[in-house]
């Protein structure tokens, strides 16, 4: 059984956690990664964009002149798509882009991100993180005595609150419960800070 170390709000030692070697020691998988960071971000997609076909457009359907003897090609409708304004044809429309993935990818990527993550000395883990207010100087400040000098997620269990109101005006510090951490946000932040008790939930979820 591995143990990861913890420190306080002064960045002094308080302790240890236990991590399955199972868990730490799962190879980075690239491939597995990649899909579900691709998943997540097509599944945020809107897929609100939309073009007109002809029949959706707003002209009249009579036609336009005579078909022979104008000198003309003949011409049925304003909304024929080769005619300024018309139709568009095969133009995007309205849908949903998200794809499934089975179970055990997911698992994979989520264990092989945390792992790469905490070898490459990303992941610090907190005893506890209470903030008395919702001050963004007092969240600074700690940030500051933790020795962080780059983007940082912040992984909590309880008293979102005030931490998400402290990170607001912070460009590089966002916050997340466990329960909603995922592939993208460990990769997209340098360091990942896990309160104590969003760590043990969150390793019952890497082990299932």
Do not use: C, W
Request: no cysteine.
């Amino acid at each position: 059984m591995a143990t990861l170390k913890t420190v306080d709000s002064g960045n002094k030692a308080a302790g240890e956690i236990e991590i399955d070697d199972s868990i730490l020691e799962t190879p980075y998988h690239r491939k597995a990664v990649s899909e579900v960071v691709r998943q997540f971000l097509a599944a945020n997609q809107q897929g609100t964009h939309s073009t007109k076909n002809r029949s959706e457009v707003a002209y009249s359907v009579h036609k336009l002149y005579r078909q022979k003897g104008t000198g003309s090609s003949r011409a049925g409708s304003a909304k024929s798509p080769i005619r300024r304004h018309g139709g568009t044809v095969f133009g995007p429309q309205m849908r949903s882009h998200s794809f499934r993935l089975n179970k055990k990818t997911k698992r994979l990527a989520t264990r092989s991100a945390f792992a790469e993550k905490v070898r490459q000395d990303g992941v610090l883990v907190l005893d506890s993180l209470k903030l008395a207010d919702n001050k963004t100087k007092n969240l600074k400040t700690l940030l500051t005595k933790l020795k962080i000098p780059s983007k940082v997620l912040i992984v909590a269990d309880e008293d979102l609150d005030n931490l998400r109101l402290a990170s607001r005006n912070l460009t590089d510090v966002h916050v997340l419960s466990y329960r909603s951490l995922n592939v993208y946000e460990m990769m997209k932040y340098t360091k990942v800070i896990f309160v104590k008790d969003a760590l043990e939930a969150f390793k019952e979820r890497l082990g299932r």
